[in-house]
């Protein structure tokens, strides 16, 4: 399989992105990144990150660059996981990324950026993007979402079986539900 193979398989299953790292992990050079940016296969799009030019558009590609803009162990938090679900009617102009240490990289402005250390039980993936649960979520936009919208997301999120029915009891126990 070529270099141009390998990077084309992983990154179709990464909403069309790759970053130099996970290249290493295939054993494809950094370099094969930057001849296949100039030959048009790959875009570059910030430092060590590159989309793939002819990868489908979803609506989660926006997430899934944002958390890899602000490098490893960033995770979705707040209503950037509610957003992501479709839960609480919410459209942010910027999605809030956290991640546990300092970023040094210039992020776009839609990215705002959180310091934040969370413990492993309040971390998930979904779709193959890192967030926080959408319990957490709930409870993190608590005054930054409107009550009843919350609310609604509430019930959404437990009749699609983003929660669980303890997790239902504490945020009930919280005031979050």
Do not use: W
């Not at 399989?1 to 050079?29: N, S």
């Not at 570059?44 to 944002?66: I, M, N, P, W």
């Not at 490098?71 to 609480?88: E, I, N, R, S």
Request: proline share 4%; charged share 25%; net charge neutral.
């Amino acid at each position: 399989m070529t270099y141009r193979q390998q990077v084309r398989e992983f990154a179709l299953d990464h909403y069309g992105y790759i970053t130099t790292a996970e290249a290493d992990d295939l054993d494809v050079p950094a370099a094969e990144l930057r001849k296949l940016a100039a030959r048009g296969a790959l875009a570059h799009v910030s430092r060590g990150l590159y989309r793939l030019t002819d990868a489908f558009a979803t609506d989660r590609d926006q997430f899934a660059e944002a958390v890899l803009r602000v490098g490893p162990d960033a995770y979705l938090t707040h209503d950037a996981v509610l957003a992501l679900h479709g839960l609480a009617l919410v459209n942010p102009r910027r999605i809030r990324v956290a991640t546990p240490r300092r970023v040094r990289a210039n992020l776009p402005g839609y990215i705002q950026l959180i310091l934040r250390d969370l413990p492993a039980d309040a971390l998930t993936e979904y779709e193959g993007i890192p967030c926080t649960t959408v319990a957490q979520a709930l409870v993190d936009c608590q005054g930054l979402v409107m009550a009843d919208r919350l609310a609604e997301a509430t019930k959404r999120a437990r009749a699609e079986g983003l929660l669980t029915m303890r997790e239902m009891r504490l945020l009930r126990a919280e005031g979050a539900a």
